[in-house]
């Protein structure tokens, strides 16, 4: 007989009502729309649902995960019964990994370096669960939950009332007397069992199955629930975790059994990947971001949408991997109407795997761009914008561009080629010996651009693109790397579309370096630029002063984040006057030092001299 007929094992994965979580996709695994009679969205095709055959899902607000589990002892056969949650696993690893201070294995992400790490591969899952008649959780010790016991744990639950486990407890002994001194021995002890995750073989689950279930309807007679929060009607799902630990202590003390724990590990992100269709007569624009960057985020989309052709559809995809949810739906409530359409992409099980460097003013999220050809696979081609930015045209116009045979169309970057021609040295030797560019006048200011997608997933791939981030630390980041694999295939745009602002009034000077083609081309821009980019480490959000400062502030003043905008600039101004009192007064200091220590009318003096009053 194979190994399959000889032990079937199932692994329930409970996924709570309405949630986008991923599946991962294994032989042992079974996803279930958890009180699937609540569900409001479509359930996916990779879930089995909890309302059919003897059921209770319509008790999913009260029980909690338990309609998986009564819906898996009613309706599916089994050797084994596991269970766990959409965010919570087992470690099957045979070594004990680091846990948190929660008492639990806790990680960003789940993608196949997890799986690895917690050993999760089917024949290793199956020899250990063979070994054993009952795996759970490991428990945790109550002080790590600054709670005497198991008792006084649930006490102090935040929303419950221990005068239901009192009344549980009675049951228990009411019902099923031989549970009696586990029950009372679990309670009044120092280690939790929790949320509700074990496997058993059969016979073991089917006799918990039934203690628990009768427990739980005896309690829903008894007990007066009626104005109890939103947590205190979960009380069910609540007791029936904590008889798990009960269950578990009353086997021990039956002897005979083997019995083991597994670490849990909990996964903090777990929203499903997403794969953006957008519709052909769609304009898709994709811009990256994160939390900081919101207000900035909410100018640049103002202006966006502010110049939009309300005979067109736009799409805009925003890439992130912690933007606040409210922050997003004050977006969808601000920005989307009949022709302006919205998505924010959770990318961070994408780049999970991946050690960003953010250098200076360029964050991670700035490599969110490579994405792209992944996340938008059905496009032709698309428009990615950075953040920064300000939109003074239609940007369809942008998107109409004729591509051809190019991989990207952009402008080219007129300070990186003043810098080349003279203004930075140490520029020119950089793109002859790292970049190794044949033409530095071609090379591309990555902030705006429109992107030949369905090229560049054939030809170049997402996973090209981040392995020369990882393999090499690039001055100027992702767009570096652009530069390098689209050299020959990048249409020119018009420097309008890609305007820089004279970050900190000095990167004017420089372009002034670059040949005068050039020059005159970006100085034709200023007059009339369809896009404002302020790239830099200076932003008007930090000084009004800034180039083109009024033009953003004059967009910011009709976003939800005028205020915090004000706030943020008051405070920098703040830290500003803080750091050159504190200069000051550190120059002032060696000031003094200087007179007391060196000879007066020496050579050295004069210099040191000479440098005070130039730092002042």
Same mark, same amino acid.
């Given at each position: 007989?194979?190994?399959?007929?000889?032990?079937?094992?199932?692994?329930?994965?409970?996924?709570?009502?309405?949630?986008?979580?991923?599946?991962?996709?294994?032989?042992?695994?079974?996803?279930?729309?958890?009180?699937?009679?609540?569900?409001?969205?479509?359930?996916?095709?990779?879930?089995?649902?909890?309302?059919?055959?003897?059921?209770?899902?319509?008790?999913?607000?009260?029980?909690?995960?338990?309609?998986?589990?009564?819906?898996?002892?009613?309706?599916?056969?089994?050797?084994?019964?596991?269970?766990?949650?959409?965010?919570?696993?087992?470690?099957?690893?045979?070594?004990?990994?680091?846990?948190?201070?929660?008492?639990?294995?806790?990680?960003?992400?789940?993608?196949?370096?997890?799986?690895?790490?917690?050993?999760?591969?089917?024949?290793?899952?199956?020899?250990?669960?063979?070994?054993?008649?009952?795996?759970?959780?490991?428990?945790?010790?109550?002080?790590?939950?600054?709670?005497?016991?198991?008792?006084?744990?649930?006490k102090k639950a935040q929303g419950l009332?221990?005068?239901?486990?009192?009344?549980?407890?009675?049951?228990?002994?009411?019902?099923?007397?031989?549970?009696?001194?586990?029950?009372?021995?679990?309670?009044?002890?120092?280690?939790?069992?929790?949320?509700?995750?074990?496997?058993?073989?059969?016979?073991?689950?089917?006799?918990?199955?039934?203690?628990?279930?009768?427990?739980?309807?005896?309690?829903?007679?008894?007990?007066?629930?009626?104005?109890?929060? !939103?947590?205190?009607?979960?009380?069910?799902?609540?007791?029936?975790?904590?008889?798990?630990?009960?269950?578990?202590?009353?086997?021990?003390?039956?002897?005979?059994?083997?019995?083991?724990?597994?670490?849990?590990?909990?996964?903090?992100?777990?929203?499903?990947?997403?794969?953006?269709?957008?519709?052909?007569?769609?304009?898709? *624009?994709?811009?990256?971001?994160?939390?900081?960057? !919101?207000?900035?985020?909410?100018?640049?989309?103002?202006?966006?949408?502010?110049?939009?052709?309300?005979?067109?559809?736009?799409?805009?995809?925003?890439?992130?991997?912690?933007?606040?949810?409210?922050?997003?739906?004050?977006? $969808?409530?601000?920005?989307?109407?009949?022709? *302006?359409?919205?998505?924010?992409?959770?990318?961070?099980?994408? !780049?999970?795997?991946?050690?960003?460097?953010?250098?200076?003013?360029?964050?991670?999220?700035?490599?969110?761009?490579?994405?792209?050809?992944?996340?938008?696979?059905?496009?032709?081609?698309?428009?990615?914008?950075?953040?920064? $930015?300000?939109?003074?045209?239609?940007?369809?116009?942008?998107?109409?561009?004729?591509?051809?045979?190019?991989?990207?169309?952009?402008? !080219?970057?007129?300070?990186?080629?003043?810098?080349?021609y003279g203004a930075n040295p140490d520029?020119?030797?950089?793109?002859?010996?790292?970049?190794?560019?044949?033409?530095?006048?071609?090379?591309?200011?990555?902030?705006?651009?429109?992107?030949n997608v369905e090229a560049f997933r054939?030809?170049?791939?997402?996973?090209?693109?981040?392995?020369?981030?990882?393999?090499?630390?690039?001055?100027?980041?992702?767009?570096?790397?652009?530069?390098?694999?689209?050299?020959?295939?990048?249409?020119?745009?018009?420097?309008?579309?890609?305007?820089?602002?004279?970050?900190?009034?000095?990167?004017?000077?420089?372009?002034?370096?670059?040949?005068?083609?050039?020059?005159?081309?970006?100085?034709?821009?200023?007059?009339?630029?369809?896009?404002?980019?302020?790239?830099?480490?200076?932003?008007?959000?930090?000084?009004?002063?800034?180039?083109?400062?009024?033009?953003?502030?004059?967009?910011?003043?009709?976003?939800?984040?005028?205020?915090?905008?004000?706030?943020?600039?008051?405070?920098?101004?703040?830290?500003?006057?803080?750091?050159?009192?504190?200069?000051?007064?550190?120059?002032?200091?060696?000031?003094?030092?200087?007179?007391?220590?060196?000879?007066?009318?020496?050579?050295?003096?004069?210099?040191?001299?000479?440098?005070?009053?130039?730092?002042?």
């Amino acid at each position: 007989m194979s190994e399959n007929q000889m032990s079937d094992i199932k692994i329930f994965v409970t996924h709570t009502p309405n949630s986008r979580n991923r599946c991962i996709r294994h032989p042992l695994f079974y996803h279930v729309a958890a009180g699937s009679d609540l569900w409001k969205q479509a359930i996916p095709k990779q879930m089995l649902t909890d309302n059919t055959g003897e059921h209770i899902s319509e008790k999913n607000r009260t029980y909690c995960e338990l309609t998986t589990q009564y819906w898996a002892w009613k309706n599916v056969e089994a050797d084994y019964y596991g269970f766990c949650h959409y965010r919570r696993y087992f470690s099957f690893s045979p070594h004990v990994l680091k846990e948190a201070d929660c008492g639990c294995l806790v990680y960003p992400f789940m993608n196949r370096e997890l799986l690895k790490t917690l050993c999760m591969g089917e024949r290793n899952i199956r020899s250990k669960v063979k070994s054993y008649d009952f795996l759970i959780a490991k428990g945790i010790p109550v002080q790590a939950l600054h709670a005497a016991s198991v008792y006084d744990h649930y006490k102090k639950a935040q929303g419950l009332h221990v005068r239901d486990l009192e009344l549980f407890y009675k049951i228990v002994c009411k019902k099923f007397p031989q549970l009696a001194c586990a029950a009372r021995s679990y309670l009044q002890g120092k280690v939790f069992y929790p949320c509700n995750m074990f496997l058993m073989k059969k016979e073991l689950f089917y006799e918990y199955s039934d203690m628990l279930f009768r427990i739980l309807e005896e309690f829903e007679r008894t007990a007066d629930t009626r104005l109890y929060s !939103v947590e205190g009607r979960r009380t069910p799902g609540h007791l029936g975790e904590r008889f798990a630990g009960i269950y578990y202590e009353y086997v021990k003390q039956l002897g005979g059994y083997r019995l083991g724990e597994l670490q849990m590990a909990m996964v903090e992100q777990t929203e499903m990947q997403r794969v953006c269709a957008p519709d052909a007569q769609e304009i898709p *624009v994709v811009l990256s971001a994160d939390q900081n960057y !919101v207000p900035a985020l909410s100018v640049c989309l103002r202006s966006l949408t502010d110049h939009m052709d309300a005979s067109r559809i736009y799409h805009i995809y925003i890439l992130h991997t912690d933007i606040r949810e409210t922050d997003r739906q004050r977006f $969808l409530e601000t920005f989307c109407t009949g022709h *302006v359409r919205m998505d924010f992409v959770d990318v961070g099980m994408r !780049v999970a795997g991946y050690r960003l460097r953010a250098k200076g003013h360029i964050s991670a999220d700035t490599y969110y761009r490579f994405l792209i050809p992944d996340i938008l696979k059905d496009c032709r081609k698309a428009i990615y914008l950075d953040a920064d $930015l300000i939109v003074c045209t239609d940007i369809a116009q942008l998107y109409d561009t004729q591509l051809g045979n190019a991989l990207l169309a952009g402008a !080219v970057d007129p300070d990186f080629i003043g810098q080349y021609y003279g203004a930075n040295p140490d520029t020119k030797q950089y793109c002859e010996i790292v970049l190794k560019l044949k033409d530095p006048c071609s090379y591309m200011q990555a902030g705006v651009l429109v992107m030949n997608v369905e090229a560049f997933r054939q030809e170049i791939g997402t996973q090209r693109l981040f392995g020369m981030a990882q393999r090499q630390d690039y001055r100027y980041s992702d767009q570096d790397i652009l530069n390098i694999v689209c050299e020959g295939r990048i249409q020119k745009l018009d420097l309008k579309w890609n305007v820089l602002a004279d970050s900190g009034h000095c990167r004017r000077q420089t372009i002034r370096s670059a040949p005068a083609a050039i020059l005159e081309q970006y100085e034709q821009a200023r007059q009339t630029p369809y896009i404002i980019h302020y790239a830099g480490g200076r932003k008007p959000w930090m000084d009004p002063k800034e180039d083109f400062a009024w033009e953003f502030w004059r967009t910011a003043r009709r976003t939800p984040y005028y205020e915090t905008l004000l706030a943020g600039i008051a405070a920098h101004e703040e830290k500003r006057a803080f750091l050159e009192k504190t200069a000051a007064l550190s120059v002032d200091l060696l000031r003094r030092a200087a007179k007391k220590i060196l000879p007066q009318g020496s050579r050295i003096r004069r210099a040191v001299g000479g440098w005070y009053w130039r730092l002042k």
